[in-house]
């Protein structure tokens, strides 16, 4: 109980939390934090750029109405899952060449 009233008390200190802000290894953590959240940011960008462009959504969208009949169905089956291998497969080539 002492210990929690002391510790909730020099963290409400505004002092000592400008002094520890001012500490290396407190602006290093910060520093870190910023760079991962803005990584993150990039990254996602990305994801949803190449996602908007992807040839798989764009079928999606297309033939997002019902199909009339079961052979209508399978083809289009067919067709997204075609697409959909031949996008992973250009994406690993794609990873693989940045890994290089």
Not at 5 to 27: A, G, H, M, V
Not at 48 to 70: C, F, G, K, N, Y
Not at 84 to 90: G, I, L, R, Y
């Amino acid at each position: 109980m002492v210990l929690r009233r002391l510790l909730q008390t020099l963290l409400n200190n505004p002092r000592l939390i400008e002094k520890l802000s001012e500490t290396r290894p407190i602006r290093r953590a910060a520093q870190i934090t910023a760079y991962a959240i803005a990584r993150l940011q990039l990254g996602g960008l990305e994801a949803a750029d190449r996602l908007s462009r992807s040839s798989t959504l764009r079928q999606i969208r297309e033939h997002a109405e019902m199909p009339r009949s079961l052979g209508e169905l399978s083809k289009r089956a067919a067709q997204l899952k075609d697409t959909f291998v031949k996008e992973v497969k250009e994406g690993m080539k794609e990873s693989s060449g940045q890994k290089k």
